[in-house]
């Protein structure tokens, strides 16, 4: 089984419309991120957690709120979608360590807002 | 702040040939540097790191890389490309705090047969 999974794997939505993806990871880590990437710019960082009770902004998160649910288990929520949230995004993990910066991903979400 | 820079956005290989991907980057000290792969459909997979020692890193599939110093880059290379490998390519370093990652823009690559 994938360590860490997203669904749904693709949505299509239109403006307007709330949306929820979700993200569980069953590697233990504390550390949880939302990425969200678009061709010729990478991935942007969303929202990250450090653990249960901390939720931060990432460099893009206008229009994005998340919920820790629990340590495995990280949501992204689309309040009101515009078709320029169209992308695919990603959720990873990395270990609760100073000196790791390894992040593990899932497949990914692929979501078309119209 | 730190950055990284990928300044091919798509290339094309022939199978069996060798493979080069150029990666820059902005860090005000010895950075820790990393590529990864997104293969089509899935998520990103770490290919490789380099965080001290031995500049030239080894990684999976057959890739590896090379810290320059002198040059902020950080190469990935690959003697003989496999039609496996289209995929796209990102660089990444980490950020100013929090253990966290900043991506480059990413290079897709295709492999003609």
């Known amino acids: 089984d994938a360590d860490v999974t997203q669904t749904p794997r693709n949505r299509i939505t239109k403006t307007g419309k709330r949306i929820m993806l979700e993200c569980s990871q069953t590697?233990?880590?504390?550390?949880m991120y939302w990425y969200r990437q678009d061709p010729g710019l990478g991935l942007r960082l969303i929202y990250y957690s450090f653990d249960v009770k901390d939720i931060n902004k990432g460099e893009i998160s206008d229009g994005y709120s998340v919920s820790r649910q629990a340590q495995a288990k990280f949501s992204l929520s689309l309040e009101s979608a515009i078709p320029n949230q169209t992308a695919l995004y990603f959720c990873?993990?990395?270990?609760?360590?100073?000196?790791?910066?390894?992040?593990?991903f899932g497949p990914g979400t692929r979501l078309t807002v119209t | 702040a730190q950055s990284v820079t990928q300044p091919d956005i798509h290339i094309t290989v022939s199978e069996g040939a060798s493979l080069e991907l150029r990666c820059n980057y902005s860090?005000?000290?010895?950075?820790?540097l990393f590529w990864y792969v997104q293969s089509p459909g899935q998520g990103l997979q770490l290919l490789l790191k380099?965080?001290?020692?031995?500049?030239l890193v080894q990684g999976i599939k057959g890739f590896e890389a090379e810290f320059k110093r002198s040059q902020s880059s950080f190469n990935l290379r690959k003697p003989s490309v496999h039609w496996s490998d289209a995929a796209e390519y990102f660089c990444?370093?980490?950020?100013?705090?929090?253990?966290?990652?900043?991506f480059g823009g990413g290079t897709r690559l295709m492999v003609k047969p």
């Open positions: 860090y005000g000290a010895t950075p820790y």
């Open positions: 990873a993990t990395s270990e609760n360590r100073g000196s790791s910066y390894e992040q593990y």
């Open positions: 380099y965080f001290s020692g031995d500049t």
């Open positions: 990444a370093v980490p950020r100013d705090a929090g253990n966290m990652l900043t």
């Open positions: 590697k233990g880590h504390d550390r």
